[in-house]
């Protein structure tokens, strides 16, 4: 009974001096942290931006069915000959109308032309909404992979936060350490002034105390690097990251809960991601079928000409063709369909369902790996959990082991060498508790994480 309650004692200090530690800084939690990092991580701040972008784009569609309507207006001046005989222009041939004479005639003639043409693609069988569905699945595959890429840096920053706690543990376990060194060495030279203690011991008390110094340092260290990578994506001062260490000491009491947490695999962000993506690339089946179909055009134009030519064939002053003489319109509806647009649809439908099908086998396998994870997660708990259980008596033993030898070397029935390694015992003992701390609550977030749980998992640590 007496040994239980020194090692409640111990577990007590320990506990004690975890908490001292962290309080140093006003701890922030877990909950505090990811809503830092949801509106200051950069990477959250990029893909937020590629939304903006795909929303823009699907204005843009959207405005696809909008009419051409051109202005055109020359004036120029020239020759005007002409003979009879049909050409393809080329499009660089320029239109010289009128002008058939026996001979040709080098008087400069002047003339303009002003024109007011609609072309305007008024039906198109369908084309114009598989275009806008397509644009908004793009929006939703945005969307989902900026709720999976925050999902994600989620599980990073709780991975981080949980390993800054286990350093934060590590550190107060090592400060303990060093004060028991510390201990031992006042007591060697208080036994060799007397003479009961050879002077080497004193030097191996002091190796030991300096290598518990280092091993600070370096713990020190990894927790201050620790620090700055959470800060570059919280925003928030390095120094002020501490983890709250009470708030996972109540997760050793969230044993029995855990198993409550159903699986919410059918909204998971990583799902949904592969879900909007499968579905983008059926829309994109749907705009090929539709995209290849008969467009049903609206054709107008008006337009008004001059000459310095009459109607008599006689060459004015080539000013008078600058002003409009003649003026027409005309207004017709045309329909337009490439017969090899049939072979053309064929390949790109065939292709895209090649698209489609591949998109559907990876949302298959990201179910498997997730359900794979799940399972991993549930044995990892369960390993966890039989390890909490089992560290009590890892660090009964070893503190008993401890103060035994203390009292043994204080009274010469020991030597420094097996003292040392009793405390060497029972550090790693209270380093195992700790490790053994982190890997549960690494574990609770795995499988909270992997079944879409985290909301409910933060919940209890109110």
């Known amino acids: 009974m ?12 320990l506990l004690l001096n975890l ?9 922030i939690s877990l909950r505090q942290l990811l809503n830092h990092v949801d509106q200051k991580a950069p990477s959250l701040l990029t ?57 040709s005639n080098s008087t400069a003639t002047g003339d303009n032309l002003g024109i007011a043409a609609l072309d305007w693609e008024i039906y198109n069988f369908g084309a114009y909404g598989a275009q806008n569905r397509v644009a908004n699945s793009e929006i939703k595959v945005e969307q989902s992979q900026y709720a999976q890429s925050k999902y994600q840096l989620q599980a990073s920053v709780i991975g981080a936060y949980l390993q800054l706690a286990r350093l934060q543990n590590y550190l107060a376990i090592q400060q303990n350490n060093i004060q028991r060194n510390e ?6 030279l208080s036994l060799a002034k007397s003479g009961v203690r050879p002077g080497v011991d004193t030097s191996i008390a002091e190796a030991e105390l300096s290598k518990a110094r280092l091993n600070y340092i370096e713990l020190n260290n990894q927790y201050k690097q620790l620090q700055q990578q959470i800060s570059a994506i919280s925003g928030l001062p390095a120094p002020s990251i501490v983890a709250d260490t009470v708030a996972q000491n109540q997760l050793l009491s969230t044993a029995v809960d855990a198993q409550a947490l159903m699986p919410d695999t059918t909204s998971h962000p990583l799902i949904k991601y592969y879900k909007s993506v499968y579905q983008n690339s059926l829309q994109r089946e749907d705009l090929v079928k539709k995209q290849y179909n008969p467009k049903i055009l609206l054709e107008a134009a008006a337009w008004g000409r001059g000459s310095s030519v009459d109607a008599n064939d006689r060459f004015g002053p ?5 002003n409009f003489d003649r003026g027409n319109y005309l207004v017709g509806l045309s329909v337009s369909y490439n017969l090899f647009d049939l072979r053309r649809k064929q390949l790109k439908l065939r292709t895209q369902k090649a698209v489609s099908d591949y998109a559907h086998k990876k949302l298959d396998e990201q179910k498997i790996l997730l359900a794979a994870d799940a399972a991993q997660a549930q044995t990892e708990m369960q390993t966890a959990q039989q390890r909490l259980k089992e560290i009590p008596n890892q660090l009964r033993a070893a503190n ?9 070397y204080r009274n010469g029935l020991t030597d420094i060498i097996e003292l040392n390694a009793a405390l060497n015992i029972l550090y790693r003992a209270e380093t195992d508790y700790a490790q053994a701390k982190y890997a549960y609550a690494s574990a609770l977030f795995r499988q909270a994480i992997t079944d879409n749980q985290v909301s409910t998992l933060l919940n209890t640590l109110k």
Not at 2 to 10: H, L, P, R, T, Y
Not at 318 to 322: C, K, L
């Open 318 to 322: 080539v000013s008078s063709g600058y």
């Open 47 to 103: 893909d937020s931006a590629a939304i903006s972008i795909r929303q823009a784009e699907a204005v843009e569609t959207r405005n696809n069915w909008l009419p051409n309507l051109k202005l055109n207006y020359q004036a120029d001046i020239g020759t005007n000959n002409n003979v009879a005989g049909p050409y393809f222009g080329f499009g660089i041939i320029p239109s010289n109308s009128r002008g058939v004479r026996t001979e």
């Open 19 to 27: 908490h001292a530690f962290a309080q140093q800084t006003t701890p």
């Open 2 to 13: 007496s040994d239980f309650k020194k090692v409640a004692g111990a577990i007590v200090c």
């Open 400 to 408: 008993a082991g401890y103060r035994q030898k203390l009292s043994l």
């Open 183 to 188: 201990q031992i060495k006042r007591s060697i």
